[in-house]
């Protein structure tokens, strides 16, 4: 019998409409302690926003998300559930740092304030705290000398990494990374990849990554899920998944993809 513990999240019958466009048509994912799922698929196909509806930037029309067997974005009452305010729900993400494609950076906050903002404001960490854990972040992503410097004097591939250490100061049980190397330019997207591939080889920390860099994925993932058209095309081990799909779909996405 497997446990909440078992299953950092669990999504069921994600659906999400944008107007009249439907882009997550009743998406299913399990996702298991310490795992790494990447997710592939076409611009469009519902990736990023299935991403975003795991930890409620978006709220789904339908289906429920569980985060270590707590509904994301709602509290429940016997069988009804009911929305959570702002507050409350910051605390719940806690459990799920995210990573965007574009930094999202505090531009007036030097690296090492950025990543103690959020400790100090939604955990409550004193300031000394705070730093200490900060500083220990920088020197894991290679930053340690990068302390002082604003987001505008690094580039791309130092502030990616800085907001890898942000997302870590929660001490997440999930990360989640929305195409982090799209922003990059190519000589910069292989020291952020190093980063979450050293992540994925010395933690326990299970991570969910939306990605088209399939060597990423064939080298790091446990498992790899294609999606297109708002639904999930296959997934399964790498191996099986890039170099032997089972669906005509997955084989011309790779085929471009791979060219």
């Not at 999240?9 to 009249?20: H, T, Y």
């Not at 999202?104 to 090492?112: E, I, Q, W």
């Not at 220990?136 to 290679?142: A, D, F, H, K, T």
Request: net charge neutral; charged share 25%; glycine share 10%.
């Amino acid at each position: 019998m497997t446990t909440s513990s078992d299953h950092p999240i669990r999504a069921r019958g994600i659906r999400k409409s944008f107007g009249s466009l439907e882009v997550l048509k009743g998406v299913d994912v399990d996702l298991t302690k310490g795992e790494v799922l990447c997710i592939l698929g076409p611009s469009g196909s519902g990736k990023s926003t299935l991403l975003r509806c795991m930890n409620h930037l978006e709220r789904p029309d339908a289906g429920l998300v569980l985060v270590n067997g707590t509904p994301m974005g709602y509290r429940q009452i016997g069988s009804r559930f009911h929305e959570l305010g702002e507050r409350e729900l910051q605390k719940q993400r806690a459990a799920i740092g995210m990573v965007f494609q574009r930094f999202n950076l505090f531009p007036h906050l030097t690296a090492r304030e950025n990543i103690m903002e959020a400790p100090r404001r939604v955990l409550g960490l004193s300031r000394n705290d705070a730093q200490e854990r900060a500083d220990r972040l920088l020197v894991q992503v290679g930053l340690a000398d990068k302390a002082d410097a604003f987001p505008g004097a690094l580039s791309g591939g130092q502030q990616q990494r800085v907001a890898i250490a942000r997302a870590l100061a929660m001490e997440p049980s999930v990360l989640l990374f929305d195409e982090p190397t799209s922003a990059l330019d190519p000589e910069l997207v292989g020291e952020v990849l190093e980063v979450m591939r050293s992540l994925a080889d010395s933690s326990a920390m299970s991570m969910i990554v939306v990605t088209h860099e399939i060597g990423f994925a064939r080298g790091v993932a446990n498992r790899v899920m294609f999606m297109d058209g708002g639904v999930v095309v296959e997934q399964g081990r790498p191996r099986d998944v890039l170099e032997n799909p089972s669906q005509e779909r997955t084989r011309t996405f790779l085929r471009r993809t791979l060219v």
